[in-house]
């Protein structure tokens, strides 16, 4: 239970290491959100997304569905059916079908930037549409038109919209910046019906590739097809899907930190050499937490309490893992990472609903286990504020550590990043009269969002908690400075269990054999601790000093 009441105190673990934002002193203040399970009410964009893996799992998403379609696999049925009877490689009787094709990539990728954080969450983006360039509109004086195939406005709506709805949100994503950023998740997909594309004045151009003549080409398909990169998962959406979900214990395997590199690198942009497997285990399988077997007990669930991996494989193969904490009172979502190829699939958005779902169906089996913590909401962070949307949520009182619900949470952080939020019923009014000064704090932080359970502030390194440690010294002065607090103002710290060379004491039982100023600044010290984690934690955790 110690973990719990952690989390319920503010604090977040990242491998070994805990932390706790500062609340007071950050420009981007965090705030632990949770929802109680059986209270959760879908949203239609969360509908959307199970009834999409349904589709797919059933094998009936399809070119009918257009905006749902399978990048993967219509990139396969395209490139079967090419054939090339002209410069640009595109015949007439297929040009719908690469219309159609290219169009539902733009809206996937549209899609990936919600799941990222680049575009919001809370926007209905029109749905994008491509044209065929006629021979006789393309501009001679380019060197490339001649080569112009397709060509897409959409992001001048997707800049319009997002400057309509969030008009500081929507700074500097004029439709060049979207176009850029649209281009770059179209390369692959373009690239394997022979086109190669490229951001140009706010369009999204598609050029052919391809320089042969007819029979040049038509003596090269087959090799074409050969090469194809998507043979295998054209027949993985063809027929029904098998997807299989594994619950296990926080263990090192080898197929998942494959699928985790290649998350960081393509989705994250991390490179290569800063992906690595001493890196992972420090961050998503090393755990303080001490597994607890059911052994039958009817207060803990089948699969024991700690820290676990969710996998989701489909027809055999891993696509997803979610990085989770299972504990007496609640199911903590740690890091998702998933394979790229399958963004379409929203697989963030996806296993939150799962965790969700296996929350309320083990409450039969640990009646305590009722809440689902999806880490820190930031309200001044665009790119943080997707967490929200799975409600009815709760934020956490960051001095009171009083839950309030988030609709009484947002008015107040509309006006200020920082606030009480446990004072709503005073500071409603105070802050009525303040403008909305919180919209111009957006985006101050780069901070990186993987889709539904991600925080840019998870992966901290050891460096950081090192830094932190050492500002305390610098602030306090090391045990020189004894003046931190007035002893009369202090907590109590009698109590506090005490770790000295391999026993544990009160420190009221020892603290006598301190001399007077290494006493009063161990007693600063502990005064920190006890504020920090509260009075009831510090009497059942071990306050270590050697």
């Known amino acids: 239970m110690l973990q719990v009441s952690l989390l319920d105190r503010g604090w977040r673990r990242s491998g070994c290491f805990l932390y706790k934002p500062e609340m007071e002193r950050t420009c981007c203040p965090s705030y632990t959100i949770r929802l109680k399970a059986s209270d959760f009410v879908p949203s239609k964009e969360q509908v959307r997304v199970s009834k999409r893996m349904q589709r797919f799992l059933d094998g009936s998403l399809n070119n009918k569905n257009s905006d749902e379609q399978n990048k993967i696999s219509s990139a396969s049925s395209v490139q079967k059916d090419i054939k090339v009877d002209n410069p640009n490689g595109v015949q007439s009787n297929n040009i719908d079908q690469k219309v159609d094709y290219l169009s539902e990539q733009i809206n996937s990728a549209v899609l990936t930037c919600i799941e990222q954080g680049e575009f919001s969450n809370e926007i209905q983006f029109p749905k994008a549409s491509v044209k065929n360039v006629a021979p006789n509109k393309k501009k001679l004086q380019a060197e490339e038109a001649q080569d112009l195939v397709f060509t897409s406005n959409i992001s001048f709506q997707i800049a319009a919209a997002l400057r309509r709805v969030h008009k500081n949100v929507g700074e500097g994503k004029d439709p060049k910046f979207v176009a850029e950023m649209l281009s770059n998740h179209l390369k692959s997909p373009a690239l394997s019906i022979g086109l190669s594309v490229k951001a140009c004045n706010g369009h999204i151009n598609?050029?052919?590739?391809?320089?042969?003549?007819?029979?040049?080409?038509?003596?090269?398909?087959?090799?074409?097809?050969?090469?194809?990169?998507?043979?295998?998962?054209?027949?993985?959406?063809?027929?029904?899907?098998?997807?299989?979900?594994?619950?296990?214990?926080?263990?090192?395997?080898?197929?998942?930190?494959?699928?985790?590199?290649?998350?960081?690198?393509?989705?994250?942009?991390?490179?290569?050499?800063?992906?690595?497997?001493?890196?992972?285990?420090?961050?998503?399988?090393?755990?303080?937490?001490?597994?607890?077997?059911?052994?039958?007990?009817?207060?803990?669930?089948?699969?024991?309490?700690?820290?676990?991996?969710?996998?989701?494989?489909?027809?055999?193969?891993?696509?997803?893992?979610?990085?989770?904490?299972?504990?007496?009172?609640?199911?903590?979502?740690?890091?998702?990472?998933?394979?790229?190829?399958?963004?379409?699939?929203?697989?963030?958005?996806?296993?939150?609903?799962?965790?969700?779902?296996?929350?309320?169906?083990?409450?039969?089996?640990?009646?305590?286990?009722?809440?689902?913590?999806?880490?820190?909401?930031?309200?001044?962070?665009?790119?943080?504020?997707?967490?929200?949307?799975?409600?009815?949520?709760?934020?956490?009182?960051?001095?009171?550590?009083?839950?309030?619900?988030?609709?009484?949470?947002?008015?107040?952080?509309?006006?200020?990043?920082?606030?009480?939020?446990?004072?709503?019923?005073?500071?409603?009014?105070?802050l009525a009269l303040l403008p909305n000064t919180i919209e111009d704090q957006i985006e101050q932080e780069d901070y990186e969002s993987n889709d539904i359970r991600v925080d840019g502030d998870e992966e901290m390194s050891e460096g950081a908690f090192e830094d932190s440690e050492d500002d305390d010294d610098d602030e306090s002065g090391g045990p020189e400075a004894t003046s931190l607090m007035p002893a009369d103002l202090r907590k109590d710290v009698s109590n506090i269990i005490i770790g000295l060379r391999g026993m544990h004491l009160k420190y009221k039982d020892i603290q006598h054999a301190f001399p007077p100023t290494e006493r009063n600044y161990l007693e600063s010290q502990l005064d920190k601790y006890v504020r920090a984690v509260g009075t009831d934690l510090s009497e059942r955790m071990t306050y270590s000093i050697g």
């Open 206 to 430: 598609f050029y052919s590739t391809e320089t042969q003549t007819k029979a040049d080409v038509t003596a090269s398909r087959p090799a074409v097809s050969k090469a194809s990169c998507s043979n295998n998962l054209e027949k993985l959406h063809l027929k029904r899907q098998n997807l299989e979900i594994r619950l296990k214990r926080s263990t090192f395997d080898p197929e998942e930190y494959e699928l985790y590199r290649k998350y960081q690198i393509k989705v994250h942009n991390d490179t290569p050499d800063h992906v690595t497997e001493s890196s992972y285990k420090r961050f998503l399988i090393d755990s303080p937490l001490i597994f607890v077997q059911s052994n039958g007990d009817a207060s803990v669930p089948p699969c024991g309490f700690g820290s676990f991996h969710q996998q989701y494989l489909i027809n055999g193969k891993l696509v997803a893992v979610g990085v989770i904490d299972i504990l007496p009172k609640c199911l903590s979502s740690k890091y998702l990472f998933w394979d790229p190829d399958l963004a379409f699939l929203s697989l963030g958005k996806y296993s939150a609903l799962q965790e969700i779902n296996w929350v309320k169906e083990n409450q039969n089996h640990c009646p305590s286990l009722q809440y689902y913590y999806l880490g820190y909401y930031i309200h001044s962070c665009n790119k943080m504020r997707y967490k929200a949307a799975y409600r009815p949520s709760e934020l956490l009182c960051p001095l009171r550590f009083e839950w309030v619900s988030f609709d009484i949470a947002k008015r107040l952080l509309d006006k200020k990043p920082y606030v009480v939020l446990s004072d709503f019923a005073t500071l409603e009014n105070e």
